[in-house]
């Protein structure tokens, strides 16, 4: 981290304490420090800790101009390698996700083309209100990457998720950042469409058939491609995990909703990722009104859902296509036919009746099959992990690496 600059936002939380510290180990860990306040801040902890810590003016006010050459909260935007807000208050978040520009940091966050790294601090009530979680599920959408609060015992006495993420595991979390960037990108100009979560397909306007994806496995690939410099979509149906950062990401609840999205932007990509839990069948017809209990028996009638990933082989020109199998038996047997049928470069299959793989789990065990057998066999690892052999595997062959 040694020469990077770092806008250090600090808001008005009584975490802000915390940030003198964050600011004293990203100082001494080589990092140019510029420390700008909002006005409540200033209530908690003094400006002059964060000078003599950061050994840097502290900016708090929009129109206190230090240097008659320049418009500082440009000249602090532009200049950022990155900015870090620790704490983020609710009021920021909404500020952010909004365009609001009332104050010097609010404005140096609209201004800056530098990524932005919060760390949200508050009350649980507060930080799970569906007001702050919608700001934050915008931002993400928008590349704002968040450091989670950690769950604890908070200042206004509740015991729940608020508490800022410790100093020490933010400066982990930025220098973590700045490796990412400077690692080799060979996926760098390559166009990546990876689907995620589990297909909704709706019975009426509050019942409707779904399985157990829960897109962590779609989202640590996207994660993964977006580090290697791809420029990555996610066509994202039902998922119980946060949205991925950094990426584009298209909402598609239903098979159909994620064929026309997939399909349309399907001949621009170079790599393909149909990780989704896609449904088989829909019912023929969704009701317009609650169906209401009328007999011992109800009768629906399903009609089958397209297949997006058949439809995707039979279209690919120069795309490299990896599909997913979830089996609960004969894993081998149904994956190599489902490569051959829907032609797929790769297929990722994976038993999904054990407990620590497969859906809404952690850790994963999957095995790679090309078209001649199994590839590559992978012991339990965390989806991350799995994710990064996947698209190392997929590199090689596009790349022209010729069999594992």
């Given at each position: 981290m040694k020469g990077k600059t770092v806008i250090l936002g600090v808001c008005g939380g009584i975490a802000a304490y915390k940030a003198a510290a964050l600011c004293s180990k990203l100082t001494q860990a080589g990092v140019k420090v510029h420390v700008v306040m909002t006005e409540s801040a200033t209530k908690l902890v003094g400006p002059v800790t964060f000078q003599a810590l950061s050994h840097e003016a502290v900016r708090i006010d929009t129109f206190d101009e230090l240097d008659p050459g320049v418009i500082s909260h440009i000249d602090l935007a532009d200049r950022a390698d990155a900015v870090v807000v620790a704490p983020a208050t609710a009021n920021m978040l909404a500020k952010l996700a909004h365009g609001i520009a009332d104050d010097m940091l609010s404005t140096i966050l609209l201004a800056t083309t530098a990524p932005i790294l919060v760390a949200p601090a508050m009350n649980v009530h507060m930080y799970s209100n569906p007001a702050t979680q919608a700001n934050m599920e915008l931002l993400r959408e928008r590349g704002v990457q968040f450091i989670e609060p950690g769950i604890g015992q908070l200042a206004c006495g509740y015991l729940g998720k608020g508490r800022m993420e410790e100093p020490e595991a933010i400066v982990e979390y930025v220098r973590a950042h700045f490796a990412a960037q400077e690692a080799p990108k060979p996926l760098a100009g390559k166009k990546v469409l990876i689907t995620a979560g589990g297909t909704v397909e709706r019975l009426d306007p509050?019942?409707?058939?779904?399985?157990?994806?829960?897109?962590?496995?779609?989202?640590?690939?996207?994660?993964?491609?977006?580090?290697?410099?791809?420029?990555?979509?996610?066509?994202?149906?039902?998922?119980?995990?946060?949205?991925?950062?950094?990426?584009?990401?298209?909402?598609?609840?239903?098979?159909?909703?994620?064929?026309?999205?997939?399909?349309?932007?399907?001949?621009e990509m170079d790599l393909v990722v149909k990780a989704a839990a896609v449904a088989d069948y829909r019912p023929v017809e969704a009701a317009p009104q609650k169906i209401k209990k009328t007999g011992e028996t109800l009768q629906v009638t399903l009609v089958k859902n397209p297949d997006i990933l058949e439809e995707l082989g039979k279209r690919k020109e120069k795309q490299f296509l990896i599909g997913f199998a979830a089996e609960t038996e004969q894993v081998e047997t149904y994956a190599m036919d489902k490569l051959h049928r829907k032609n797929c470069d790769l297929l990722v299959a994976n038993d999904v009746s054990r407990s620590d793989a497969g859906f809404g789990t952690e850790t994963n065990v999957v095995t790679i099959f090309d078209k001649n057998g199994p590839a590559l066999s992978l012991p339990l690892l965390s989806k991350r992990e799995t994710a990064e052999r996947i698209l190392a595997l997929a590199l090689e062959r596009m790349m022209g690496g010729g069999q594992a």
């Open positions: 509050v019942r409707y058939f779904t399985n157990d994806s829960s897109g962590k496995m779609g989202f640590a690939l996207a994660e993964a491609a977006r580090d290697k410099g791809a420029e990555v979509t996610v066509v994202a149906a039902r998922v119980s995990e946060p949205l991925p950062r950094g990426v584009t990401v298209v909402r598609a609840e239903s098979a159909l909703q994620m064929e026309e999205a997939v399909l349309s932007r399907f001949a």
